[in-house]
């Protein structure tokens, strides 16, 4: 069969109004399938996103040729059959909403495509249920959560039909549920209905999926190959700034200390046959010391106290977004929120810097109300600093330096003291000052934007800083670092609060966590409490750190009596490192 895309040597250059040319694709030969599922990594600003622009003939190459079936993109003649051939979603979604009603946005591709009315229907009742939201479907698209929005626009592609479906980190805003939902529907898509996909993803297990795994970096492919072969490559990868799957890199370890142990281990089936044959009819020991008691860490800092908020309050599209919320942040504390695509979290982490107000219920943060309408909120927003989501929204000065001084201006600072101010912020989130100061604030890569957002909320040294999805878009070392730039920030005495979807990092750095599912505070305790009640979460669309789903099979398989209390990748180190070998 004729290949559906081949890419043929193409360079592409950007040229930012003013600035440097940048070389974001510099030779680039691939050939797509028919059938095949590509997935895509690399580091930040490697060039995926780029690619995948060209596609569909959204960029068109500087230099050589984009084809699709039998048509050059630069044809223009073609550009709709190309559009309607290969149908993209992106990163973030709030550039890809155009309707004002979910089902009308849903409608809007095939309408365009001239699809009949009867099928029309059909087609996007069909998408909406792949993606679960149909309840949503007469919403205005801007009142939904940041998730559902992310779902509407992989809906309005599906209702397309496309034959190739590129998927540019579709799933970063989703909770565990909605991600493993949208990625059963593409494997189905693409192995029932032979729809090409090729997706691009910051998350190496989700490449395992993928027939072959391209690699970028500086705008060429560096590697490429079946999943298999290369993850095998760890040294390569940490070069490249990824990093291997969870299990992988467990696998690895305990294969130096055990020789006869697989190191090229990707799925959890295969960790549990390995251990199965390494321990030969042996039982695994359980014992693992618990846990240290979390420190006694003082009265708190803020108190949500059956807090209830509505948006549109007063009119008849009213929607309680918070029916009872609970959430106490002690001194030195780092809370973790997690909960379901729309559950609330966004909305209730706003109320502690007072960005919203309650409509029922208690909220006091540092000392004051926030039920009375006297507490000065801009002087509290000093002191509880708050990271949005899409940092993007966050951002405004033409230029990094001002974005970040912007805060400590207001705050009638000192020249000197603003600069050095900005100085330690943006050393703080590992900015070079000389090298960033003067950039322009939206030429920036997806992680650099995340790092000035930081920065610029850090240089009002808040008491309290406020995360919501810190690492989503990230690449695997640029997450590495930012926590361990976020671990500095607690350690100076900075109490935490995280949002996030990733269940591995929560259980990493979090001493408490909430969970949050429709408006209220269902579970609260240490990761270890939480992360111990497997189906809870999963009922409730979130899941456990792979982990624990492997110490859960491991007792399933009866290779274990109790699965003990594990939930981070060297906890699992260290159980099954003592248990297979004695001791590592
Ligand atoms: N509109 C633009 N103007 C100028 N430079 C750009 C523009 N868009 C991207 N770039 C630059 O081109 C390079 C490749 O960017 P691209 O968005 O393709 O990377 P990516 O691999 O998708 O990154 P990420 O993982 O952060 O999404 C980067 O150096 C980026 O800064
Ligand atoms: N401005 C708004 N107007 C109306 N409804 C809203 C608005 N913002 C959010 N909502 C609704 O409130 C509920 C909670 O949204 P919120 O953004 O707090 O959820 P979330 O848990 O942060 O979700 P996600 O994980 O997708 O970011 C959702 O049902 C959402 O549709």
Known sequence: MAPIIRVENVHFTYQPEGGQPIHALRGINLTVEPGEYLAIVGHNGSGKSTLAKHLN????????DVWVRDWNTRDRRHTLEIRATVGMVFQTPDNQIVATIVEEDVAFGPENLGVPHDELVQRVDWSLEQVRMIPYRHRAPHLLSGGQKQRVCIAGVLAMKPEVLVL???TAMLDPRGRAEVLETVRR????????VIAITHFMHEALDADRVIVMADGQIALEGPPRAVFSQVERLRELQLDVPPLTALARTLHRHLPDFPADILTLDEMVEAVRRQLNGRPLAAALPSPPPPTDTGEPLAVAEHLVHDYMRGTPLAVRALHDVNLEIRPGEIVGILGHTGSGKSTAVQHLNGLLRPHGGRVVVLGHDLGDNRVDVRALRRRVGLVFQFPEAQLFERYVGDDIAYGPRNLKLSREEVRERVRRAMAAVGLDFDTFKDRFTFSLSGGEMRRVALAGVLALEPEILILDEPTAGLDPQ????LWEQILKLHDT?????IISHNMEELAE???RLYVIAEGRTVLEGTPAQIFGQPRRLREMGLDVPVVTSLVDRLAE????????PIYTVEQATRWLGEALHGKL
């Open 168 to 170: 540019d980190e579709s």
């Open 493 to 497: 005495g900075m109490a935490l609060v």
């Open 509 to 511: 750095v979090c001493h």
């Open 557 to 564: 398989a009866r290779l274990v009596e109790a699965a003990p």
């Open 478 to 481: 640029g997450r590495r670092q």
């Open 57 to 64: 003939a959204l960029l068109l190459p500087t230099q050589g």
């Open 189 to 196: 898509l693409n192995r029932e209905a032979g729809v090409t």
